[in-house]
């Protein structure tokens, strides 16, 4: 079996959409990429630190999903990392209210001996520097390390992001990320430079437009798949990276042909996110319902034009 | 050998991109239709107007594709419709600087009595009313009326516009026009509605995002092919319909598994177009690149997960 380890934040969300608000609820880039790579076969861990405040069923969601939370520190008194935010009309439109590093200030991740040789390292969101640490804790060479970053540390970490994207095999950024990170706005040539800086992957989000896939001259796109209502994008990017990591974790195998479906997997896997606020929608989602919207992208997306 | 009848614009432009600047060269929907329908083993005709201040080096473009031009009427003394558009950085804000309608203005369109049986029927971007004057020329109804348009038309002749609707099998229309003709933001669910309105399949276009196609509960999706550079726009939207309906009038075969490749086949050719200015890549594309950029579109949206 696969291991998969996990970076990333466990926090406190408060989220409104045109079509309602939510107080404070379960978030977070570790705790969504957790849910969704749950739906794959692996051994996986997630690294993180939180308050006491954090209510126990809330540990309890991924516990029940078999995610190791050993590496999980909690804070005696400590307050967990609080993110709102409030998303306009279209749902592509998005203002933090709020952010609260609390504890997550002092975020000095160890990773569990038990961890230090997995398969797969997936680098949620946060400062380069922890996820420099723990890169450099890991006892074997990973097959493969995902890094997730944003604008963020493009704007004021630019020198360590750039070491970590030195050490990574594959990172997924979105679209207007990739064009601030080369400067090009042409994705191709973007991805083209970003592979020069060290991934051999690059994967480009672009939301409810869908996902590039780029390795040298090879291109895979999987679209978004077209939904009557998208009510919460929170966390469709973390729940996409979850689909890719944890099915690369459980195959095994990371040729570009296969992580073309591991894109797919993805893909379906945020569709589901998007429905519900919070982790509501994948907390509970069941593996038949997962294989038969796998089936609806296979009829969006194949075609059976014959070449000679 | 399918017949196809195409009725739109054969026209001037003068373009501005961030790339260069040209004169007044060879634009229209209709032009840019039936270089990519020219593609497929067709019989084709186009039905236009045009001055005699169009060169006829630039009808002789078409007449070299073996299109039939004896529907286009060339005015004694007119002047051509011109349009004048200036591109902006990412080449999707564009501005109008120039419409003249010219001759256009009193178009009254025949269709040769040759072309009265056509199976395949391209109402190109034009004022509704001249739309209905060419499907009640018909003297067979064809097997399928294809219909394109813009916002302009909603916002002027709405009412005319939903008789066309009313009477077409296919409307292809981008989001924000789909958006404005149903005032409904998910693209799903106003594929839906617009299909009470007549035709029976929608194809929404979403520019260098793809475009879907719709049918009851079925949904496909084409990518557009992700570019170095992206040149010209121009034309980008009429060289997808051409290859659509092209190789739909070429296969007759309008099950939605062959509207999908027909979209694959529009979304490739439209790839060409934009590579250079106005038609000077469709002019001379040869079967053999298109066979090859087919494989990458296969490459680029293909996968094998399996489903039991």
Redesign the interface.
Known sequence: MGKLLIVGTVAFDAIETPFGKTDKILGGAATFIGLAASQFDIDMAIISIVGDDLPEEYLGILAAKNIDLSGIEVIKGGKTFFWSGKYY??LNTRETLVTELNVLADFDPVVPKNYRDSDVVMLGNLHPSIQLSVISQMEKKPKLIVLDTMNYWMDNTLEELKEVIKKVDIITINDEEARQLTNE?????AASIIQTMGPKFVVIK?GE??A?LFHKD????A?AL?????FDPTGAGDTFAGGFVGYLAESKNISF?NL??AV??GSNLASFSVEKFGTERMKDLEKSEV?SR??QF????????E?Q
């Open positions: 009309n279209d706005h042409s994705l191709v040539k672009k437009n869908g590039l090879n291109i895979f796109f679209p077209p939904l009557k209502e998208v042909n073309k479906n797919i997997h294989k796998l089936r296979k009829e969006l997306t194949q075609f059976d034009i070449l």
